[in-house]
């Protein structure tokens, strides 16, 4: 009977999922949502793996990294290079890009997280800017002025299972003994260390799959917006994937979705009024750090239990604290 | 305390919705109604918003003007102004935007990678875009394909257009010889402008006797001077910004060399006497867009509507958003039509367009050619010595 459950909801999940997927498709192809719709589409997806491996980093290993911005362009660029410079294929490019963006992840986690709290976030925001800065100044991948004439290869099914497979993932990660330990790093160091938790271990494993995550992001990046820039990757990018992150709720994979898709739209609305633009966006965060500083889900999930008991009292969940 | 966290919550959500359902709606309206719509996309926000924002002014006067005087075939022009937060991924998303809505052309963005990333949105669409400052010759044509984008119209002159100017007045007014070089290696503007030049002024039988270069962080030039000093030329080429330009030209003077100094369009600001000094900046010569000096009424006009409406003189930015919008009006009334693919049409064939920035023909990737400025510092005051048309 319990098992029986158990399928149950993942059949559930399955059956909505496809038909979102059948429904978006049959929408794009028939002209039904615009382009305009498709453009915003694409970039909740590719921010929703953002922010969602940002907070793997941020929220469930309880470290402070500044540096995603960094991974994405290491992704973005070593995949660009091996479409456009060497006319490779693309599901190539897909794992060399994440392959890259976790080997960066490697080598510079290693070092730094074994520091702590402000000086881990003033390392990575470092990090993110050398990467910058590092591409501003290699010409074959056209220096400043960016890198040109990669194909357009990314469609509505590329976007929409790399987004469903990232956040499988992450969540099967959390759900494994190796993302208790994570949790265990996050609430409390010495102890998770007294229990016998390598915790840099930890912390460096978090670290490497939210940077090969990142990595893909940028892989999708620069295959749908077909030039890179290294001024596209500045710290303001880390910023707004930060601020999805603490919207939604820092330790929320549901979270992270619910953030990224509220902040990239609501950015989409206020093209028009440019006055008001980053006004609106400041008090939209400010109410929210006030009334919900927990962020819109805190450290809860959404899940189909949950939703069962629509109206009562979210529940036991995976990743929260007892005591708040 | 918990059902504030609950109206707080919706409250946020509520707002974020109430905006979306809002903007939307206005979007909607204004597909209607008997206005030509034209797309204004640029950087009114983030680190390039100083661009956009001059662009996106001269634009707007413009449209004023133009709608003052009847509109075009008729009918007035409806700008739907946009913001891109100096984002390439911002400025496409604005371009599907347009297209949903219908708008007959695309203005802007200002700095050439957002036209690009814009670019196959509008060129599927086929919708005509006029860039007021990508410089980038990639804008309009693909190098590794040797294919021109047809629906991409670009309004300034191209960096290697005020190189060949300033060589050919060195070399033929000012009759001087032997030339020597000095560039900012950090920057691909400079960097670009310096090869460019010693290709014209060479093939014209001038020597370049000296090259040095140094870094936007530099502060002390006096050992590059030197060097070159050393070598005896008639004059010194720096195309690079004004904040080093000025030290340099200080330092020059200081040390006895009172060559003439020759630059380009990053000498134009009011900082560049502040830091050099006026007496230090007598004999120096640079190429711009256009002058504020210039005499003629087209230009003189241009200014005093500009300064009445936002107090404040135009940058060459301005100048060439100005530029862009009765470019494109000039398009749609000689296509007779305002349907894209004819205003495409007409663009392509647009012979001696009177703008401030100068007369302008398009050859056949998309450049202007046009008029460049040769200006003067005299104790500080900018003077419009010459206006000469370099060869595509």
Not at chain 1, 51 to 80: D, K, P, R
Not at chain 2, 70 to 88: A, R, Y
Not at chain 2, 133 to 138: H, M, N, R, S
Not at chain 2, 207 to 217: D, H, L, M, R
Request: aromatic residues 10%.
């Amino acid at each position: 009977m319990d098992n029986l459950k158990k399928y149950l909801s993942t059949i559930i999940i399955c059956l909505v999922l496809a038909t979102f997927f059948v429904a978006v498709q049959w929408g794009i192809s028939s002209g039904f949502i615009s382009g305009y719709w498709v453009t915003n589409l694409y970039l909740v997806g590719i921010n929703i793996i953002l922010a969602a491996s940002l907070n793997l980093i941020n929220g469930f290993t309880g470290e402070f990294s500044l540096g995603h911005a960094g991974f994405m362009a290491v992704g973005a660029y070593s995949s660009a290079v091996i479409t456009a410079n060497l006319g490779l294929p693309f599901p190539l490019a897909v794992i060399v890009g994440m392959l890259a963006a976790a080997l960066t992840g490697l080598l510079v986690g290693l070092p730094t997280l074994r520091l702590r709290g402000d000086y881990l976030a003033i390392a990575t925001l470092g990090f993110g800017e050398i990467v910058r800065v590092v591409l501003m100044n290699i010409d074959y991948v056209g220096g400043a002025s960016g890198l040109m004439g990669i194909p357009a290869l990314v469609n509505w099914p590329i976007i929409f299972f790399s987004v469903v497979l990232s956040l499988l993932l992450i969540r099967n990660f959390i759900c494994s003994s190796h993302g208790r330990a994570c949790l265990s790093v996050r609430e409390n160091d010495l102890a998770a260390q007294m229990m016998g938790v390598n915790i840099t271990y930890y912390r460096v494993l978090a670290f490497v799959i939210g940077a090969a995550l990142a990595g893909l992001a940028g892989v999708l990046y620069a295959h749908y917006y077909t030039i890179l820039q290294p001024r596209e990757f500045s710290f303001m990018l880390t910023f707004d994937v930060l601020v999805m992150v603490m919207v939604g709720g820092l330790g929320s994979l549901t979270g992270s979705v619910v953030g990224a898709v509220i902040i990239t739209i609501a950015s989409a609305f206020l093209q028009a009024i440019p006055e008001l633009r980053m006004v609106i966006y400041a008090v939209l965060l400010i109410l929210s750090a006030i009334f919900r500083p927990q962020g819109l889900l805190g450290e809860k999930e959404v899940t189909l239990n949950n939703l069962q008991k629509l109206g009562g009292v979210f529940n036991g969940t995976v990743g929260s604290k007892q005591a708040h | 305390m918990k059902k504030w966290v609950k109206v707080a919550a919706l409250l946020v959500v509520v707002l974020a919705l109430g905006l979306a359902a809002g903007c939307g709606g206005n979007a909607q309206k204004s597909a209607e109604g008997d206005t030509i719509k034209v797309g204004v996309n640029f950087e009114l926000s983030g680190d390039v918003a100083t661009y956009g924002t001059s662009c996106k002014n001269g634009i707007l006067l413009a449209f004023e003007e133009i709608n003052a005087n009847g509109g075009v075939l008729g009918k007035k022009i409806e700008p739907l102004v946009q913001d891109n937060k100096s984002q390439n991924r911002e400025a496409r998303n604005i371009a599907e935007r347009f297209v949903s809505e219908g708008v007959v052309a695309v203005l802007g963005p200002a700095v050439s990678g957002a036209v690009q990333t814009e670019e196959p949105v509008l060129t599927a669409a086929k919708i005509p875009v006029l860039a007021p400052a990508a410089t980038a010759p990639e804008v309009t044509y693909d190098e590794k394909t040797k294919k021109v984008k047809d629906f991409i119209f670009r309004v300034c002159i191209i960096d290697p257009d005020q190189s060949q100017v300033m060589a050919n007045y060195i070399y033929d007014v000012l009759g001087l010889k032997n030339g020597a070089i000095m560039v900012d290696k950090n920057n691909d503007y400079s960097v670009g402008l310096g090869e460019t030049f010693k290709e014209y002024f060479t093939k014209k039988g001038g020597k370049i006797v000296a090259e040095e270069g140094f870094v936007s962080t530099d502060t002390a030039f006096k050992p590059q001077l030197t060097s070159i000093y050393s070598k005896k030329p008639d004059f010194i080429y720096v195309p690079a910004y004004y904040n080093q330009v000025g030290l340099i030209i200080k330092q020059a003077r200081e040390m006895g060399i009172d060559l003439p100094i020759m630059g380009a369009d990053g000498w134009d600001s009011p900082k560049l006497v502040e830091l050099a000094g006026a007496d230090n900046l007598n004999n120096c010569y640079f190429t711009n867009h256009y002058s504020v000096e210039d005499p003629s009424d087209l230009i003189q006009n241009f200014i005093k509507a500009y300064e009445k409406k936002y107090n404040t003189t135009p940058d060459a930015f301005a100048a060439l958003g100005y530029d862009t919008a009765y470019l494109l009006a000039k398009a749609i009334e000689q296509a007779g039509s305002a349907e894209p693919e004819k205003i495409q049409q007409a663009l392509e064939n647009i012979e001696d367009f009177e703008g401030v920035t100068g007369k302008l023909s398009y050859d056949e990737k998309h450049n202007p050619i046009k008029e460049v400025s040769i200006i003067k510092l005299e104790n500080g005051k900018q003077k419009l010595i010459k206006k000469m048309q370099p060869k595509h």
